[in-house]
């Protein structure tokens, strides 16, 4: 995690360094820090706390000229969040100053060695430790800057995306990735520096993506020159024209990104299918699908991995794929997965999900599934994002950027993504007949316009997370399509709430944590009329004859549940299989307004980044 930018040309590089990393933050955001140099001089501040708190540091500490300037903000891994952890980080002489996004595994004995050589240090980062390591090189080796930082990561386990320069030789940034992502914007006689293409975006759509093991000289007026860290081999780096807008990247009117992304669903649905599903002439092409069609026909099982809401997203998609095409589905955490020696074969497909396509976890458990042959298909948000270069073929969600922590319009994307997927393979396989794949097509067609009208409860759900914003726990039950709706909902509400709630299976329930009903416990039911309504009415009775309050998502018209609950929120009708994308909004909308009104930070949740690079 953490964000890292950075900027040399012919502007003043701090505002642009602080712009971009107020869009980073959310990327993490316990500390902050930039490094200006003016000509002369490396000026340096940094503190606890977000970007805003560094702003006003700056004011106080330094003076801000100064075209070459380098900034972080930090999501805490080796040193808590304080002052002196924050980055930058200066070398032991104060001439190289660095920021890192990663890990540094064996920090402790590159630490011990530099300390036997006369190094101190201030910190108890990694960080600190590796821009030591390249000035004993630089200073043992005789080399340039460069060279010293291509051995000094050649001695380096773990993971990092950097930028460091060299007081005396302050036309450069030298910057390398290995795990972690780096991204260099090319402008007119500037370069741009950062951890995604966001800071950067109203300046300049060419943009170079290291990959992994590369490391690159980025030096005012002359081209990057892009190298294999390991064994020095010039690469011709590949400019991308980037399709991202300013106005994707900013609220738009909205008072948190979070709520922006709710209301984007519509659209964002609609862009996932479109090109894709062409309801009218019964046709499904992806080429990702399309390309490796025997592939996924042949699976003898497909295995999912994800993490969190993608993970909960790779749920839904299970009882998806074996209801429309029959196929064993099994679905796993990456981190479990890659840590208990799995039974992979040739003949599996392994679908990854991501939406960042930057998770540690999932990302190592791709290419665990690849060493074992199996064929890997990528489910990802972010475009040329690290999983979705690794793996084999893949789709994109189109969901344009994400940026409230709390993943909402990356869930129905994914989800839409899948069920396309699974629709296409059923039809391929003929295990729905013809009448049935255009009732899902044309069905689905019709989800957006439902999402919008779903999306009319927003009042009313504000209302109920007036009544409920005080609980200290919340219960969340459904069943079949809607059980991952149920735990999605629960997450939502504890990443951004701070509240205890937990998701379970409706008919779970008896087996145990009926237990904890009393007048106290809300209980949010998805009781939509299809998958197995009377079951859920009888699980709402035994909640209600406990005392518990009743939040239901029901279908329009429902007389039945409204009777029983506390408060009803209607979604439209639409077919079983297609109700997640409308039950998940009101949870989402949920989450959203008890948050607020608990004045806690939605759009960056304490302890939480929004993508995973850590394992
Ligand atoms: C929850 C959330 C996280 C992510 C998880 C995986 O709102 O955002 O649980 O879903 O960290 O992230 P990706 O999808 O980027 O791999």
Redesign the pocket.
């Known amino acids: 995690m953490c964000g890292i930018v950075g900027y040399i040309g012919h502007r003043e590089a701090y505002p642009v360094v602080l712009k971009g990393l107020k869009r980073l933050e959310y990327r993490g955001y316990d500390s902050a820090g930039v490094a200006i140099y003016d000509g002369k001089n490396i000026k340096l501040s940094k503190t606890k706390g977000k970007v805003a708190d560094l702003e006003t540091r700056v004011k106080d500490e330094i003076t801000v000229d100064g075209s070459l300037a380098i900034g972080h903000t930090r999501w805490a891994t080796h040193g808590e969040p304080n002052d002196v952890n924050s980055h930058p980080h200066y070398s032991n002489s104060g001439d190289l100053v660095i920021i890192h996004n990663g890990i540094i595994e064996n920090y402790e004995p590159l630490k011990q060695e530099l300390i036997n050589r006369g190094y101190k240090f201030q910190s108890d980062t990694d960080t600190e430790v590796l821009v030591n390591l390249i000035e004993d090189v630089k200073k043992n080796e005789n080399v340039k800057l460069g060279k010293a930082v291509q051995i000094a990561l050649n001695q380096v386990v773990g993971a990092y995306a950097i930028a460091v320069f060299d007081k005396n030789k302050p036309d450069e940034i030298v910057v390398a990735r290995l795990g972690s992502p780096l991204v260099i914007g090319i402008g007119d006689e500037e370069f741009f520096i950062a951890s995604d293409a966001t800071p950067f975006i109203e300046y300049t759509n060419n943009a170079i993506y290291l990959e992994d093991e590369e490391m690159a000289i980025v030096r005012r007026g002359k081209k990057v020159k892009v190298r294999k860290i390991k064994d020095d081999s010039l690469v011709d780096p590949y400019v991308q024209e980037l399709q991202l807008n300013l106005e994707q990247i900013e609220k738009g009117g909205y008072d948190h990104f979070m709520l922006k992304e709710i209301y984007e669903q519509p659209r964002a649905i609609l862009d996932t299918f479109r090109g894709r599903m062409l309801s009218n002439d019964g046709i499904i092409r992806m080429a990702g699908v399309d390309d490796n069609i025997e592939k996924f026909l042949n699976a003898q099982r497909i295995l999912i991995v994800?993490?969190?809401?993608?993970w909960h997203a790779g749920l839904v998609a299970e009882y998806v794929f074996e209801n429309l095409t029959r196929t064993p589905v099994e679905v796993e955490y990456a981190s479990e997965f890659r840590y208990r020696n799995p039974v992979i074969t040739e003949k599996d497909v392994v679908i990854a999900?991501?939406?960042?396509?930057?998770?540690a976890d999932?990302l190592a458990a791709i290419k665990l599934a690849k060493s074992k042959g199996a064929f890997v298909f990528g489910v990802c948000n972010v475009v040329g994002s690290s999983i979705s270069r690794e793996t084999n073929a893949g789709a994109y969600t189109h969901a344009g950027p994400e940026i409230g922590?709390?993943?909402t319009k990356?869930f129905t994307t994914q989800i839409t993504v899948l069920t396309l997927i699974a629709l296409k393979l059923a039809q391929k396989k003929g295990t729905i007949s013809t009448s049935e794949f255009h009732g899902y097509l044309s069905e689905m067609d019709a989800i957006p316009a439902k999402v919008e009208k779903t999306l009319e409860s927003d009042e009313h759900v504000k209302a109920i997370s007036s009544i409920y914003k005080d609980a200290t726990n919340f219960l969340y039950l459904g069943r079949g399509y809607n059980f991952p709706v149920a735990l999605e909902g629960a997450?939502?509400l504890k990443?951004i709430s701070y509240i205890h709630a937990e998701g379970y299976p409706a008919a779970e329930m008896k087996h145990g944590p009926i237990a904890l009903i009393d007048e106290q416990m809300p209980v949010v039911v998805i009781a939509t009329r299809k998958g197995h309504y009377e079951k859920v009415v009888s699980n709402i009775q035994e909640i209600k004859s406990r005392k518990g309050k009743i939040i239901a998502v029901v279908m329009q018209g429902d007389t039945t549940i409204r009777k029983i609950a506390d408060y009803v929120i209607e979604i439209p009708e639409t077919l079983e299989l297609l109700t997640p994308l409308l039950t998940t909004i009101p949870l989402q909308l949920l989450s959203y307004y008890i948050a607020v009104m608990r004045n806690c930070n939605v759009d960056q949740p304490r302890n939480l980044a929004?993508?995973?690079t850590v394992e």
């Open positions: 994800a993490c969190g809401t993608s999900i991501s939406q960042s396509g930057e998770t999932t922590v709390a993943s990356a997450l939502k990443e929004k993508s995973v």
